[in-house]
């Protein structure tokens, strides 16, 4: 493989979702060794995908390594320059729903086990703590706000730490914004392996609940434009 941005945003991606749905899998799929491990569990597995997504991203050629397209239109808008933005997205959704699929695969003797739908679903895509969706919508856009200004705060006072204070931030999020809507702050996270856990033949599956898959995707966006705009 010749390294590009189009490779690297894709497999950086997917090893994001890999390694951070893979964590909620382990989580809450029936007969893990990790069953019940708990929300500090989920968090922490999210916060080493990011920085392991980050530097498999750069490895391959993504030098940007956003993952994220909420991190790539906020940039976009910030400096005004888009000419990255469909590459970088597709990429990113591409990678996602093949690092949910993985997850799939990886944990397959697992999902016959569970009987929970709710929590198949879990581990492939967010849903909120309490439905209501002007207030799981302000979640999402905050989060993406915090995350996108504290990324760019990193990039001014880091260098080759860059990537591990990005977990970081992300750990952050997690652990004090995360506990209203899952902190998807991230179209691809969701819209990946929800696109995924629609198509595949998951035993016992529920619904993917599209009637919510609107709030991970337009908050983050919404999120992203607005710090883009005050990054600009």
């Known amino acids: 493989m010749n390294p590009s941005p189009f490779l690297g945003e894709l497999l950086g991606t997917l090893v994001l979702i890999l390694l951070g749905n893979g964590v909620v899998a382990n989580v809450v799929l029936k007969d893990t060794k990790g069953h019940n491990g708990g929300w500090i569990v989920i968090t922490a597995g999210w916060a080493f995908a990011v920085t392991m997504g980050v530097f498999v991203s750069k490895a391959f050629g993504g030098y940007d390594a956003h993952l994220n397209p909420a991190v790539t239109i906020g940039f976009a808008v910030a400096q005004n320059e888009y000419g990255k933005v469909v590459d970088y997205i597709s990429a990113q959704m591409i990678g ?16 016959a086990k569970t009987e929970d ?37 990193i990039g001014a006072v880091t260098t080759g730490l860059g990537p591990f204070a990005v977990g970081i931030l992300v750990w952050a999020i997690g652990l004090s914004l995360g506990g209203t809507t899952g902190y998807a702050i991230n179209p ?37 434009i607005i710090a883009g705009l005050l990054l600009m």
Request: proline fraction near 7%; avoid cysteine; hydrophobic fraction near 50%.
């Open 96 to 111: 996602a729903f093949l690092g949910g699929t993985l997850v799939w695969l990886y944990h397959l003797p697992h999902y």
């Open 188 to 224: 691809a996270r969701d819209l990946g392996p929800r696109l995924a856990h629609a198509l595949l033949p998951i035993v016992g599956k529920g619904d993917s609940d599209w009637k919510y898959a609107w709030v991970p995707v337009a908050g983050p966006v919404t999120g992203a």
């Open 117 to 153: 739908k709710g929590a198949k679903l879990a581990t492939f895509a967010t849903d909120p703590a309490i439905r209501a969706s002007g207030s799981n919508f302000f979640s999402e856009v905050i989060g993406t706000i915090v995350l996108l200004v504290g990324i760019k705060g």
